[in-house]
């Protein structure tokens, strides 16, 4: 990915609607060809940051940089991006073909190159002896491929996709998550997606950004920032089932939970901290330092999960998945860990900010 060259730089982007800033200098570079997806809760400026690159919104300020010229103030229609909504907007009254065929039609092509280029992105998709049906007798996800097609006729340099997925099923969902990451290979446009969808964004993406209240928190390939989180709010937005979150401090360079000391944090200073442990990073140990009250065991069948309870989680419950080797006395009160220290993170209590510890 490094020696890639980048496509879209944006430049200390900012923007404000009646006063509220929804977008706050957010600066980030996307790579030509990577499946990048812009990734955070509900509201925090996702689609907001697409309209921009997409040129339907102006940043009040900041630049937007496409291929190292600043494109601020050309219009959508003559940047190489398109977009794809999910609410697809296909022309309900046009066929399959004359829906995928329309931009192609507005560029002025000649008949043989639509046709053929209709043909080619039939294929792509799997629509094939589609052509002439109706686009509003299709099902959701056969639409949804029409307006994959159509928005790649026309050969964009970057293709936008604004939650795509949103609208179907979950069975289909998975299967064009795939199909999306197959087409995107295939071609290597730059795809540039949006979802609130952790678990949708972790399986897709060559590089995630991970925002919060119009802030970039993080940017990273998936496993690089599931394993590696700045903050306690991308430690918890990644990961199912989500990371166990403790009320602890740090003491003489041991991390406390309650009264026990449950892992040496070499070098991190004295304070009050969150911990926060990933599902795999606990190991059963009978003579483990961290003891909750066993609640039960869910046999997933490589894995089990250990359910507990703990007086310091902040969590209701603490998820700990462990191999089905490993034999739970399901009849004790009580369940003792130890922790997997590259699985266990600290923060500030305050700043909520990593604080890194051993290496
Ligand atoms: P979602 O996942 O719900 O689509 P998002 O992360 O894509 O969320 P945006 O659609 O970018 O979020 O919206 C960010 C914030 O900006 C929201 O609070 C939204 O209400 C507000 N907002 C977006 N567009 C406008 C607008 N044209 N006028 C006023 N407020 C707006």
């Given amino acids: 990915m490094e020696n890639k060259a980048v496509i879209i730089d944006l430049k200390n982007i900012s923007i404000s609607f009646d006063d509220q800033p929804i977008l706050k200098d957010v600066s980030l570079e996307i790579h030509d060809g990577e499946f990048v997806t812009l990734l955070g ?7 907001t940051t697409l309209r921009i690159i997409a040129g339907f919104l102006s ?18 229609h003559k940047r190489q991006v398109n977009t794809i909504f999910q609410r697809y907007a296909l022309f309900p009254n046009l066929n399959v073909a004359d829906n995928i065929a329309f931009g192609l039609k507005l560029q002025k092509k000649s008949k043989s190159e639509i046709k053929k280029i209709v043909e080619e992105m039939l294929s792509l998709v799997n629509l094939k002896g589609f052509e002439k049906r ?9 639409q949804q491929r029409v307006a994959i097609a159509r928005a790649l006729a026309v050969k964009p340099r970057v293709l ?20 999306l990451k197959a087409i995107q290979q295939r071609l290597g446009i730059t ?29 990273g390939e ?7 989180p700045v903050n306690l709010f991308v430690a918890k937005f990644l990961g199912t089932p989500p990371i166990n979150v403790f009320t602890g401090r740090v003491e003489g360079e041991k991390l406390m939970i309650g009264d026990e000391a449950v892992l040496d944090v070499k070098g991190a200073p004295d304070g009050e901290v969150y911990a926060a442990v990933r599902p795999e990073g606990f190991i059963l140990d009978e003579n483990g330092p961290l003891t909750c009250k066993l609640s039960g065991v869910e046999v997933m069948g490589r894995d089990v999960s250990i359910v507990s309870r703990h007086k310091a989680s902040v969590n209701p419950i603490i998820r700990a998945i462990i191999g089905s080797d490993n034999k739970v006395d399901t009849a004790s009160a009580t369940v003792r860990f130890s922790l997997k220290p590259h699985k266990t993170f600290i923060f500030g209590k305050d700043s909520e900010e990593r604080i890194r510890f051993g290496e």
């Fill in 191 to 219: 795809f540039i997606y949006v979802t609130h969808d952790q678990e949708e964004a972790m399986s897709i993406s060559d590089m995630i950004v991970v925002m919060k209240k119009g802030v970039v928190q993080q940017v």
């Fill in 160 to 179: 936008l996709l604004d939650e795509p997925l949103g609208a179907l099923d979950l069975k289909l969902r998975k299967d064009m998550q795939s199909e």
């Fill in 41 to 47: 809760p509900s509201g925090c400026g996702k689609t």
């Fill in 59 to 76: 940043p009040d300020s900041g630049d937007v940089i496409f291929e190292g010229k600043k494109i601020n103030g050309v219009p959508a």
């Fill in 134 to 142: 109706n686009v509003s007798s299709l099902s959701g996800g056969q």
């Fill in 222 to 228: 998936p496993q690089k920032v599931y394993d590696d």
